[in-house]
T-cell receptor
């Protein structure tokens, strides 16, 4: 297990289409986070899973967004009826639930372009 | 709420110059502080971290000291290299309340080092 894997790396979609991204965290990490990063900005928190439970969602996560982590392993992030404003890099990160000092391990991200 | 403010960028330096990137934060409780680096087309990599006041994080010649009295975590390097060209993000992780360990990021500082 060499890190957090995200697929696809790039996605171009037409406005109004649905897209789904996948994140495979480090296997022993029970915490999983999704972030969104727009050009020139730092990542912004979207949602958090502890094992299979989605425990927190940002107000940035509109009704068109849904995330799952069905078996506490991989996670998917779906965006329905995409809009041009959804164009961004979507980052997944995982960590262990132990101690304050743990940083995350981030994936390389999925870059979404809505045309 | 929690917030992180980084110095305005971009920063352009010549090789072997001294680097400082300022970072200040606002948080409830006692956060852990991080610097992440993002190379073009890649995800975020943890550069260094500090978990309590007066701790110094260091890695690859970079250093930052957790200053509670000034709520700062400035990044420094004595002699930068061309390979240090990247975007640098300061972040905090608040251990208190229901933050679930999510990270709050600054807006990032672009560093370009010329030969």
């Amino acid at each position: 297990d060499t890190g957090v894997s995200q697929n696809p790396r790039h996605k171009i979609t037409k406005r109004g289409q649905n897209v789904t991204f996948r994140c495979d965290p480090i296997s022993e990490h029970n915490r999983l986070y999704w972030y969104r990063q727009t050009l020139g900005q730092g990542p912004e928190f979207l949602t958090y899973f502890q094992n299979e439970a989605q425990l927190e969602k940002s107000r940035l996560l509109s009704d068109r967004f849904s995330a799952e982590r069905p078996k506490g392993s991989f996670s998917t992030l779906e965006i329905q009826r995409t809009e041009q404003g959804d164009s961004a890099m979507y980052l997944c990160a995982s960590s262990l639930k132990s101690g304050r000092a743990n940083g995350y391990t981030f994936g390389s991200g999925t870059r979404l372009t809505v045309v | 709420g929690d917030s992180v403010t980084q110095m305005e960028g971009p920063v352009t330096l010549s090789e072997e110059a001294f680097l400082t990137i300022n970072c200040t934060y606002t948080a409830t409780g006692y956060p852990s502080l991080f610097w992440y680096v993002q190379y073009p087309g890649e995800g975020l990599q943890l550069l260094l971290k500090a978990t309590k006041a007066d701790d110094k994080g260091s890695n690859k010649g970079f250093e930052a000291t957790y200053r509670k009295e000034t709520t700062s975590f400035h990044l420094e390097k004595g002699s930068v290299q061309v390979s240090d060209s990247a975007v640098y993000f300061c972040a905090l992780r608040d251990a208190g309340g229901t933050s679930y360990g999510k990270l709050t990021f600054g807006q990032g500082t672009i560093l370009t080092v010329h030969p």
